[in-house]
């Protein structure tokens, strides 16, 4: 049972544009939502969280947006650059809004920002 | 900061063998650490959690004897593969929670190969 879905296996996205990559979700329970990037053969580097009790977070380029009532969330990448080619996973979490206990991990989405 | 080392980053063993894999927090102390797996384009599958003193917790699934895991302090969880088998070949990749933060931060990975 996947809890965690990125339904788009890869995304192809030009260098400027924006890079939006989805996540759905079927546990209410969860309370904590993160995406991490990762390059082959190397560990998943956090980017970026956000709480259930918001419905947006903002770090630089990257922005968070979560829709409770859908149990999706998006992560925008603006403006896309070429070093943001990597795997994007989004992960979730239902320990009182941290990622104190397991994380749930979707399936990944491979993301390629053409020059 | 919340630099997270792995050790070995890869190693190749012959089936029987046990092989253990340290994870370090370089630069913070993580009561809690975690211990993941990942098959070839596929997602991160939590194995178990790591808490400082006690006994890991193992997820459903996951065999407690096979796959020992010792957290000596808080800065370091071992996981060793006993008696592995090419089954067991895989990227295994821990996580710590840094005290009083609410986001884990990933090793970069060890890629194990049983022959």
């Known amino acids: 049972d996947q809890q965690v879905k990125q339904n788009s296996p890869s995304l192809s996205v030009q260098e400027g544009r924006i890079s939006i990559l989805n996540c759905d979700y079927t546990?209410?329970?969860?309370?904590?939502f993160l995406w991490y990037k990762k390059y082959p053969a190397e560990g998943p580097t956090f980017l970026i969280s956000?709480?259930?009790?918001?419905d947006k977070n903002e770090d630089g380029r990257f922005t968070v947006f979560l829709n409770k009532s859908a149990k999706h969330l998006s992560l925008h990448i603006v403006p896309s650059q070429p070093g943001d080619s990597a795997v994007y996973f989004c992960?979730?979490?239902?320990?009182?809004?941290?990622?104190?206990?397991?994380?749930?991990f979707g399936q990944g989405t491979i993301l390629t920002v053409h020059p | 900061g919340a630099v997270v080392s792995q050790h070995p980053s890869r190693v190749i063993c012959k089936s029987g063998t046990s092989v253990k894999i340290e994870c370090r927090s370089l630069d913070f102390q993580a009561t809690t650490m975690f211990w993941y797996r990942q098959f070839p384009k596929k997602s991160l599958m939590l194995m178990a959690t790591s808490n400082e003193g006690s006994k890991a917790t193992y997820e459903q699934g996951v065999e407690k004897d096979k796959f020992l895991i010792n957290h000596a302090s808080l800065t370091l969880s071992t996981l060793t593969v006993t008696s592995a088998h090419p089954e067991d070949s895989s990227f295994y990749i821990c996580?710590?929670?840094?005290?009083?933060?609410?986001?884990?931060?990933f090793g970069p990975g060890t890629r194990l190969t049983v022959l």
């Open positions: 956000i709480s259930s009790i918001k």
């Open positions: 992960a979730a979490s239902e320990a009182g809004g941290t990622s104190y206990g397991k994380l749930t």
């Open positions: 546990n209410s329970m969860f309370d904590y």
């Open positions: 996580s710590a929670l840094p005290r009083g933060r609410d986001t884990q931060y």
